[in-house]
């Protein structure tokens, strides 16, 4: 069974940084495309990133272009989002899934985290 664990999320000030990391067991995470979601107070869940299992391709949600960049590492079976420019409308529960390609509806992944908390605020 695949497991997916988020790690570094925390607390940072507006225009700041974080990087998370998703790693997951298994080889399913080689034969699988990867995403992050996020999911903020009183919001419904969102797409934020989304790369292709060779990494040759990634998407990203309108409001995070040019400020978060989605990689992996399939020899370590992670994930990573690098976040600059941090906003307080980017505070949320990220949570990384695994899926059979990318597409940016949650219900299409298969795996899931348990996410880790950014909270971005002075």
């Known amino acids: 069974q695949v497991q997916l664990v988020e790690s570094g999320g925390g607390l940072v000030q507006p225009g700041g940084s974080l990087r998370l990391s998703c790693a997951a067991s298994?080889?399913?995470?080689?034969?699988?495309?990867m995403a992050w979601f996020r999911q903020g107070p009183g919001k419904e869940r969102e797409f934020v990133a989304g790369?292709?299992?060779?990494?040759?391709?990634?998407n990203y949600e309108d409001a995070v272009k040019g400020r978060f960049t989605i990689s992996r590492d399939n020899a370590k079976n992670t994930v990573y989002l690098q976040m600059n420019s941090l906003k307080p409308e980017d505070t949320a529960i990220y949570s990384c899934?695994?899926?059979?390609?990318?597409?940016?509806?949650?219900?299409?992944?298969?795996?899931w985290g348990q996410g880790t908390q950014v909270t971005v605020s002075s």
């Open positions: 899934g695994a899926g059979p390609f990318v597409t940016n509806t949650a219900r299409s992944y298969n795996y």
């Open positions: 298994g080889r399913i995470f080689s034969t699988n495309a």
């Open positions: 790369i292709s299992r060779s990494g040759a391709r990634t």
